[in-house]
């Protein structure tokens, strides 16, 4: 899974915000805000990567125990999901 294109993350008065691009400013309804592991995993989103490398990347970048990490990358993965910012 990846981000599809047309959005990208802009830090806007230290406040990540994804904001759409192109077409999809007028059919992209929502406000998405990221925190620091938000913008991390974003990052990574980039790319083709599947659900178990972002836990193992979340895990070697923050103290963080593996079940959290499943949880937070599930939520994350359900929230990007939801807003159908991903392929």
Same mark, same amino acid.
């Given at each position: 899974? =990846?981000? =599809?294109? +047309?959005?990208?993350? !802009?830090? #806007? /008065? +230290? ?6 691009? +192109? ?5 992209? +309804? ?5 925190? &620091? ?7 990574? %989103?980039?790319?083709? #990567?599947?659900? @178990?490398?972002?836990?193992? /990347?979340?895990?070697? @970048?923050?103290?963080?125990? !593996?079940?959290? /990490? !499943?949880?937070?990358? =599930? &939520?994350? #993965? &359900? =929230?990007?999901? !939801? /807003?159908?910012? %991903? #392929?």
């Amino acid at each position: 899974m =990846k981000i =599809k294109d +047309g959005f990208i993350l !802009k830090s #806007i /008065a +230290g406040t990540n915000i994804v904001v759409p691009t +192109g077409n999809n400013t007028v059919s992209f +309804g929502s406000v998405i805000t990221l925190n &620091e592991s938000g913008v991390f995993l974003w990052e990574r %989103l980039s790319n083709d #990567i599947t659900e @178990e490398d972002l836990v193992t /990347a979340l895990l070697s @970048e923050y103290s963080v125990d !593996k079940a959290t /990490a !499943k949880r937070d990358v =599930k &939520e994350f #993965i &359900e =929230k990007l999901s !939801k /807003a159908e910012l %991903l #392929i």
